[in-house]
């Protein structure tokens, strides 16, 4: 617009400053608008409108449950894999690591006893004379053998590893995706090590969780386009140290390695559509495997 010669104030003489102006956001006063919520009435600026079947409305009316705009999930901000960002993105790891020093100090305080109860075993007779193990019906031991260390280094080790590489990974993924990543990864390196171990053998440790985050790193980091080569010299350290070592279960994790490949592929490539059915749906066919590998081994060791 051409400015009148010699009116250095613009048009007809007026004052910018002077000109009416728009309301502004209430929950950013920074940002004019000239959109109010269809129930409060508040000024809303773009971010903070929330589509209703009439007009649009804002943040606090959508979680008072107005019943006609969109859920309040659906504003919140979410992870690559679709998770909703929490207020402390690493939570479940500290939680995750809390519940494997926990049983370690019980192990340390009740000793082989309890290990005898709660580590995976195939199929063997206890000290006390009865008859333990998976093939006995005690499935749980798939599970809570994720939680048991016996060793002050293995832990150590474990949670060191779980803190470096699944802290990050339960941020980028959310928790819930990040539990299930965790918990099919580490059941799937129980299946494995049950199904090819000896049957008489204890095995113990977050290993092959940990394998599994390992892997779903890796693959995230496929996705972000980011430089495989620090995971990628983790994974071939630790693998060497799986082979190379005596007394390191590598099924439990070789299978929890492959479980993690296969369900962070899922959590962070599935198209946004149908992102949740693929999501859970790849966990649920993996431990539909874990079940299958379980029931073979039991029908041997019967």
Known sequence: MEQVPGDPQGP???????????PRCYRHPDRETGIRCVRCERPICPECMVSASVGFQCPECVRQGSGTGHAPEANRPRTIAGG????????????????????????????????????????????????????QGEWYRLLTSMFTHQAVAHIAFNMLSLWWVGAPLEAALGRLRYLSLYLVSGLAGSA??????AQNVETVGASGAIFGLFGATAVLMHRLRLDL?????????????????????????????????VTGYA????????????????????????????????????
């Open 12 to 22: 007809a003489g007026r004052d910018p400053s002077s000109a009416p102006s728009l």
């Open 84 to 135: 909703t960002v929490a207020a402390d993105p690493r939570l479940l790891t500290k939680i995750l690591i809390g519940i494997n020093i926990a049983v370690f100090i019980l192990v340390q305080v009740r000793g082989q006893a309890l290990v005898d109860q709660i580590a995976l075993l195939g199929q063997a007779q206890l000290p006390s004379g009865s008859v333990a193990g998976v093939a």
């Open 192 to 197: 494995l090590a049950y199904l090819l171990a």
């Open 229 to 261: 080569r620090p995971v990628i010299a983790m994974l071939v350290i630790n693998l060497v140290i799986t082979f190379a070592w005596a007394g390191i279960s590598w099924q439990a994790h070789i299978g929890g390695l492959v479980a993690g490949v």
């Open 267 to 302: 959590m962070v490539h599935a198209p946004r559509r149908h992102r949740t059915l693929i999501q859970y749906g790849t966990c649920a066919a993996v431990l539909l495997v874990v079940v299958v590998l379980t029931l073979i081994r039991t029908a041997q060791l019967s």
